[in-house]
């Protein structure tokens, strides 16, 4: 099932690029899709969790997102750096740190089979944000360490192992499962 929403997220996000217009606004679509893939990232994580009730994960998507978000803007803030299209604020890139948090929180919570398109998405926004010079290439390097540290924090790895008890007249045990 988690397969099926990742996919769903690259698809629209590979979709969205393949309907690109000519040379002469490129760089403005490139920015838009990146603009739209940086809210796909945690909107499939949050609806992985969902779907497969796993509300300890949707918990931390939270807590990862919450940190990763809170830090970016304390760092905008304080660094104040220019942009290279002139605007205020560059550094950390808060497109980078949100979808990089997402991707790991994909990679630590479901596996690098999941966690590698997740990184792969991430990596394209990141680079939206640098083509569309909205951020210098280290503004989205820090907001990816942001992301991924704020995710390496909270998120545990998903386990859908269960342990129970049997008994029946004449044995007792212990029944340990797992679903794949």
């Known amino acids: 099932m988690k397969?099926?929403?990742?996919?769903?997220?690259?698809?629209v996000s590979f979709l969205t690029l393949s309907g690109a217009p000519g040379p002469a606004v490129a760089g403005e679509f490139i920015q838009s899709a990146g603009d739209v893939t940086m809210f796909l990232l945690p909107a499939t994580a949050g609806m992985s969790s969902l779907i497969l009730r796993d509300y300890t994960g949707l918990k931390e998507l939270a807590e990862s997102t919450a940190l990763s978000l809170g830090s970016t803007l304390v760092l905008k803030y304080a660094v104040d750096e220019r942009r290279p299209n002139g605007e205020d604020h560059s550094f950390p890139s808060g497109h980078a740190a949100i979808s990089f948090s997402s991707?790991?929180?994909?990679?630590?919570?479901?596996?690098?089979?999941?966690?590698l398109p997740a990184y792969a998405v991430a990596t394209f926004?990141?680079?939206s944000r640098v083509e569309a010079k909205e951020h210098y290439v280290h503004d989205v390097l820090a907001g990816a360490l942001i992301g991924v540290a704020?995710?390496?924090?909270?998120?545990?790895?998903?386990?859908?192992?269960?342990?129970?008890?049997e008994a029946a007249p004449g044995y007792f045990g212990v029944r340990v499962s797992s679903s794949f």
Not at 3 to 11: A, F, P, Q, T
Not at 155 to 165: F, M, N
Request: positive net charge.
């Open 103 to 115: 991707a790991e929180f994909i990679r630590k919570r479901y596996g690098w089979e999941y966690g």
């Open 150 to 165: 704020s995710s390496y924090l909270f998120t545990t790895p998903y386990s859908t192992v269960s342990v129970s008890g």
């Open 125 to 127: 926004v990141g680079y």
């Open 3 to 11: 397969s099926i929403v990742v996919g769903i997220c690259l698809l």
